[in-house]
């Protein structure tokens, strides 16, 4: 979908993605762009289902494996 920027930079969002996304959003920075994530209603329960699928690992090894995904990534 296309969508307009003004001067000052604010995006014109169609009314069905706005209802979509709600008021607040994460906006991450990719390789090839831009992401808008809606922020979840309940971002602690979100992460508590998230953490169900990790495997059994020390946080340090996860945090480990996370940044070198996030420095390959960056090649």
């Known amino acids: 979908m296309w969508v307009k920027v003004d001067d ?3 995006l014109y969002l169609p009314r069905r ?3 979509k996304i709600g008021k607040e959003v994460f906006v991450v920075e990719v390789k090839d762009g831009v992401l808008l994530i809606p922020k979840p209603s309940d971002p602690v329960r ?3 289902e998230i953490g169900k699928g990790f ?3 020390l946080v340090k ?3 480990k494996e996370i940044e ?3 420095v390959e ?3």
């Open 8 to 10: 000052r930079g604010r």
């Open 17 to 19: 993605v706005r209802e």
């Open 46 to 48: 979100e992460f508590e």
């Open 55 to 57: 495997p059994d690992k």
């Open 61 to 63: 090894e996860l945090r």
């Open 68 to 70: 070198e995904a996030a």
């Open 73 to 75: 990534e960056l090649k």
